[in-house]
């Protein structure tokens, strides 16, 4: 984010002052000086589905932490320091305020590294990458790949149903990969994949049917199977797996 040589000065001066008093005063004015940071970082995260606004509180604290936590003895210039502690609070926000089920840290960080592949990878090949593509370019597998795009739906405010970054509001994370949703497969499709089923075991049956074919939630799933929804999303995965595999 450029700043002119006056905006520059100015900082400098609140950031002296504070340093040299420490006042709530001098930490208030220098936390507003640089509200236009916290804003300018938290548009880095507004393709994942939740408010600008929120986001730019988000920032805010992360904002405020820094200002607490600032040491000029450490010779780091504190718009540095700032923008990683900031950085910090709103990964941090992602990782576990964002989800409605605790998925492993892994899982997290795949999930939210794939949304930005599938935008990214759509505008490299001209269209929607497959699984393989996707799981190449995060140097995963793609049983890897399956299992966060499965955990991702206990993401709050940006599950697959979420706008896909980019996206004209319409199309979702998971409509825009190719070989991947199968709740969007069409009446033939899903016919040719009832022929498959075989190849799982009868749990496994179970759980792919009523997620496909009935629309049914991980939530509901689980507790009609009286299992947790972390495993149902685990041994759908692997489902999807074993039939992706099976299909060619």
Known sequence: MALDAARREELRRLLDDYVETRS?????????????????????????????DDLVQVASIGLLKAVERFDAER???FAT????????????????????????????ELYLELTRLVDELSQTLGRSPTVAELASSAGVTEEEVLEALEAGQAYRSSSLDAPAPGADGEASVASSLG???????????RAELAGLLGRLAARERRIVHLRFWEDRT?????TELGISQMHVSRLLAKSLATLREASG
């Open 81 to 108: 320091y700032a923008a990683h502690t900031i950085l910090g609070e709103l990964k941090r926000h992602f990782r576990d305020a964002g989800w409605a089920v605790r998925a492993p840290r892994r899982l997290q």
């Open 179 to 189: 070989q991947v949703d199968l709740a969007m497969a069409t009446a033939e499709q």
């Open 75 to 77: 010779g780091v210039e």
């Open 24 to 52: 709530q005063a001098a930490a208030s004015r220098l936390i507003e000086g640089h509200i236009p940071l916290a804003r300018h970082l938290a548009r880095r995260f507004a393709d994942r589905g939740q408010p600008l």
């Open 218 to 222: 991980q939530a509901e799933i689980a």
